[in-house]
Nanobody
């Protein structure tokens, strides 16, 4: 059974930082490309960042230079360090295997102006 548990969300002022974590089980984690998605209020879910098993990363333009995705293959965890947060980063954030249809419950990030 696949489980994805996101944590670390919260309320932060614009310009602040948060670090999201995701614990994965039930998958061969070290070989999976993992992804962070987000769903802003009233909008569709969007891909934010990906990281391959070999730690190659990719980001959408809106977060480049502000967000950093990392992973620990020994602990089956993937993280998203978010700096210089903006109100438009407000969303529910999810982690998942990039090419599989498993979703966790998400973690809410709210950035106040």
């Amino acid at each position: 059974q696949v489980q994805l548990v996101e944590s670390g969300g919260g309320l932060v002022q614009a310009g602040g930082s948060l670090r999201l974590s995701c614990a994965a089980s039930g998958i061969v984690f070290s070989t999976e490309t993992m992804a962070w998605y987000r769903q802003p209020p009233g909008k569709q879910r969007e891909l934010v960042a990906t990281i391959t098993g070999g730690h190659m990363t990719n980001y959408i333009d809106a977060v480049k230079g502000r967000f950093t995705v990392s992973r620990d293959n020994a602990k089956n965890t993937v993280s998203l360090q978010m700096n210089s947060l903006k109100p438009e980063d407000t969303a529910v954030y999810y982690c998942k295997p990039r090419y599989k249809s498993y979703w966790g419950q998400g973690t809410q990030v709210t950035v106040s102006s």
